[in-house]
């Protein structure tokens, strides 16, 4: 399976926009990017996913780079519940179903 | 949004008796499900891949006659950990794919977890 990169963690002062980077220099033609987040003590949820246009939708947007070589997750005002552990997940159109996870970003909320 | 629950949410078992934890999908139907375990601090470990009707697939390193996998239903997998040991204390969390949507950027939603802890 193709790798990402994500830094282990990161700081954001509460109600600024946070840009979370992911890096997948080995993404194949039929990965889709996604992103899940973990709050404390619970499942991973579902954030955004894209395969080649930025995606936008209520929680969060996609922005995908040219090559796909990279993407970032942006939060565009950050608030206390929004302190989780953000997963860059590549998932192939053409196998299974499984998500094997990273270690993620760690994101802190400063108030 | 589609939910996935889980019972029980936290249990608190002795030594050498064995766990059930569900992992219902409440408003789907859901031919595969998946069963992770997360230690503290670290990432979720895909545990095996639950099918619907058909054995279950176990990842390499997890085994199959201690984690018992059972998926009887399109909206119900079960996972029996027999022989509980201390270190089998973790978080258990099951996740599972709208039927229908498959691999094409489909959804996968996680259960809440069920927190086990073996005296």
């Known amino acids: 399976d193709a790798k990402t990169t994500q830094p282990n963690s990161m700081e954001s002062n509460e109600e600024e926009p946070v840009h979370l980077p992911c890096n997948h220099s080995?993404?194949?033609?039929?990965?889709?990017i996604h992103w899940y987040r973990q709050l404390p003590s619970q499942g991973p949820e579902y954030v955004i996913h894209g395969l080649t246009s930025n995606v936008n939708n209520r929680m969060a947007s996609l922005a995908i780079a040219e090559d796909r070589k990279s993407s970032t997750l942006i939060l565009h005002r950050a608030t206390l519940r929004d302190a989780a552990v953000y997963y860059c997940i590549l998932r192939d159109l053409n196998r299974d179903d499984k998500i094997i996870f990273g270690k993620g970003t760690r994101l802190h909320i400063l108030p | 949004g589609a939910v996935v629950s889980q019972h029980p949410s936290r249990v608190i078992c002795k030594s050498g008796t064995s766990v059930k934890i569900e992992c219902r999908s409440l408003d789907f139907q859901a031919t595969t499900m998946f069963w992770y375990r997360q230690f503290p601090k670290q990432s979720l470990m895909l545990m095996a891949t639950?099918?619907?009707?058909?054995?279950?697939?176990?990842e390499q390193g997890v085994e199959k006659d201690k984690f018992l996998i059972n998926h009887a239903s399109l909206t119900l997998s079960t996972l029996t950990v027999t022989s509980a040991h201390p270190e089998d204390s973790s978080f258990y969390i099951c996740?599972?794919?709208?039927?229908?949507?498959?691999?094409?950027?489909?959804?996968?939603?996680f259960g809440p977890g069920t927190r086990l802890t073996v005296l």
């Open positions: 080995t993404i194949s033609g039929t990965d889709y």
């Open positions: 996740s599972a794919t709208e039927e229908g949507q498959g691999v094409l950027g489909g959804t996968q939603y």
């Open positions: 639950s099918n619907e009707g058909s054995k279950a697939t176990y």
